[in-house]
């Protein structure tokens, strides 16, 4: 049994909790931003659609021989705008994985690097105030995993978005929202007040 | 929003810091911060008009839903729909006062006039200097004749606007195809006949006048 590194191995997680639940936030508050901006994207798609959909030369719009194009270079002018702030929303999606996969990462080595002090009891030993420190450490895995994916699943959409697939692009918004997935972020929220007390000690 | 410059500042800055000068380049000072004065006017009534054109499309494929629906319906429906078309009736003219103030009273009229008042600048010119111009610039850089250009395109682009927009208002209500009604909507959004380089046009008139520091 040794103390001092269950004692340091607790204030990393300590630590990383803490860090989790500030990142949490941000992604939340991000997820947030995103949404009028997909809003728009698939607003915009709706409206180049309707565009090829009508024959301008039967409608009381034909006066205006260039309007087509001209029309369908503003959406596209505008869709690139929307597009172009939803790829800097993703760096900060990403800037905010990777401080959570650092700070999941960084208890596993500090738990590797002590794993020779450390037997099975002061591992899965949990009090009426700590879980265990392997339990933590789970959470804090499965917080670091879940992160990973949903920015993976989230990139692949915005990367499969092509101009010329407006069917694609008119459902993105929907399909943007159902990349959420709730129970993960249940758990997570789970986990917090788990280690509520233990943050507090 | 330029640069969040607003019609006051750009009164007052061009008032106060430009008292020296007088004949042509006053003129043509004056005339860009009107430019720039009109082009806002026009986007607080474009964002005006765009939400009164959506309500209009939003009520017109309404109604059209609504009849395709129950078309053999009781006296009820026709009711409500008689409450539909005053309330349909009131946004088009709504939306012709809009139209209005683009076309005659405050904007692309004001336009043109602000053109012939830049022609009258060039042939005033021509008439002091010959064919060959001025020596010195009035500003910076730029000759009469390209103050005359520039302002031209700006005149263009908005005149050519404000006939789609009059097509736009004149067909609008009696469109029953939804995305015909969506074509209507972004034209009058998105404006496809003033581009991009219209901005940058007025952006370079006001740099080279001294109404934006160089």
Same mark, same amino acid.
């Given at each position: 049994?040794?103390?001092?590194?269950?004692?340091?191995?607790?204030?990393?997680?300590?630590?990383?909790?803490?860090?989790?639940?500030? /990142?949490?936030?941000?992604?939340? #508050?991000?997820?947030?931003?995103?949404?009028?901006?997909?809003?728009?994207?698939?607003?915009?798609?709706?409206?180049?659609?309707?565009? #090829?959909?009508?024959?301008?030369?039967?409608?009381?719009?034909?006066?205006?021989?260039?309007?087509?194009?001209?029309?369908?270079?503003?959406?596209?002018?505008?869709?690139?705008?929307?597009?172009?702030?939803?790829?800097?929303?993703?760096?900060?999606?990403?800037?905010?994985?990777?401080?959570?996969? /650092?700070?999941?990462?960084?208890?596993?080595?500090?738990?590797?690097?002590?794993?020779?002090?450390?037997?099975? /009891?002061?591992?899965?030993?949990?009090?009426?105030?700590?879980? #265990?420190?392997?339990?933590?450490?789970?959470?804090?895995?499965?917080?670091?995993?879940?992160?990973?994916?949903?920015?993976?699943?989230?990139?692949?959409?915005?990367?499969?978005?092509?101009?010329?697939?407006?069917?694609?692009?008119?459902?993105?918004?929907?399909?943007?929202?159902?990349?959420? #997935?709730?129970?993960?972020?249940? /758990?997570?929220?789970?986990?917090?007040?788990?280690?509520?007390?233990?943050?507090?000690? | 929003?330029?640069?969040?410059?607003?019609? =006051?500042?750009?009164?007052?800055?061009?008032?106060?810091?430009?008292?020296?000068?007088?004949?042509?380049?006053?003129?043509?000072?004056?005339?860009?911060?009107?430019?720039?004065?009109?082009?806002?006017?026009?986007?607080?009534?474009?964002?005006? @008009?765009?939400?009164? $054109?959506?309500?209009?499309?939003?009520?017109?494929?309404?109604?059209?839903?609504?009849?395709?629906?129950?078309?053999?319906?009781?006296?009820?429906?026709?009711?409500?729909?008689?409450?539909?078309?005053?309330?349909?009736?009131?946004?088009?003219?709504?939306?012709?006062? $809009?139209?209005?103030?683009?076309?005659?009273?405050?904007?692309?009229?004001?336009?043109?006039?602000?053109?012939?008042?830049?022609?009258?600048?060039?042939?005033?010119? =021509?008439?002091?200097? @010959?064919?060959? @111009?001025?020596?010195?610039?009035?500003?910076?850089?730029?000759?009469?004749?390209?103050?005359?250009?520039?302002?031209? $395109?700006?005149?263009?682009?908005?005149?050519?606007?404000?006939?789609?927009?009059?097509?736009?208002?004149?067909?609008?209500?009696?469109?029953?195809?939804?995305?015909?009604?969506?074509?209507?909507?972004?034209?009058?959004?998105?404006?496809?006949? $003033?581009?991009?380089?219209?901005?940058?046009?007025?952006?370079?008139?006001?740099?080279?006048?001294?109404?934006?520091?160089?």
């Amino acid at each position: 049994m040794s103390k001092p590194g269950v004692a340091s191995l607790h204030e990393a997680l300590q630590k990383s909790f803490q860090g989790l639940e500030n /990142n949490q936030k941000i992604w939340t #508050s991000l997820l947030a931003e995103c949404v009028p901006l997909l809003e728009s994207l698939g607003n915009l798609a709706e409206q180049s659609k309707a565009l #090829s959909n009508v024959q301008l030369s039967i409608t009381p719009l034909r006066v205006f021989p260039d309007l087509e194009d001209r029309l369908r270079f503003k959406l596209q002018e505008a869709m690139d705008t929307v597009l172009v702030k939803l790829n800097e929303k993703m760096s900060s999606f990403q800037s905010v994985r990777d401080a959570i996969t /650092n700070h999941v990462s960084g208890v596993v080595q500090l738990y590797e690097q002590l794993t020779d002090s450390l037997d099975l /009891n002061c591992v899965t030993e949990r009090s009426a105030t700590a879980p #265990s420190i392997a339990d933590m450490m789970e959470w804090l895995q499965d917080a670091g995993r879940h992160y990973q994916r949903q920015f993976m699943k989230r990139k692949l959409l915005l990367q499969t978005l092509r101009p010329d697939d407006l069917t694609l692009m008119e459902s993105a918004p929907g399909r943007w929202k159902s990349l959420a #997935s709730q129970s993960a972020e249940d /758990n997570i929220t789970d986990a917090f007040f788990k280690v509520s007390f233990f943050m507090e000690s | 929003m330029f640069l969040g410059l607003t019609h =006051d500042t750009m009164a007052t800055s061009s008032s106060r810091k430009c008292s020296a000068i007088t004949g042509s380049a006053r003129k043509i000072k004056d005339n860009m911060a009107d430019w720039h004065n009109l082009m806002l006017k026009w986007e607080k009534l474009n964002d005006t @008009g765009f939400n009164i $054109i959506t309500n209009i499309s939003n009520m017109r494929l309404m109604s059209c839903f609504s009849s395709q629906s129950s078309q053999s319906s009781s006296s009820s429906s026709s009711l409500a729909s008689a409450d539909t078309a005053a309330d349909l009736q009131d946004q088009c003219s709504k939306l012709r006062e $809009i139209v209005d103030k683009m076309v005659t009273v405050a904007i692309v009229k004001k336009m043109e006039r602000l053109m012939t008042s830049q022609r009258g600048l060039q042939d005033l010119e =021509d008439f002091q200097f @010959g064919p060959e @111009g001025r020596k010195v610039p009035l500003f910076h850089t730029w000759s009469t004749q390209q103050f005359v250009a520039s302002s031209d $395109i700006l005149c263009e682009a908005f005149q050519q606007e404000v006939k789609l927009k009059q097509v736009v208002l004149q067909e609008v209500a009696h469109s029953t195809n939804s995305d015909l009604c969506t074509v209507y909507l972004s034209c009058w959004l998105h404006q496809p006949f $003033i581009p991009a380089h219209v901005r940058q046009t007025l952006e370079a008139l006001l740099l080279e006048t001294g109404h934006r520091p160089l």
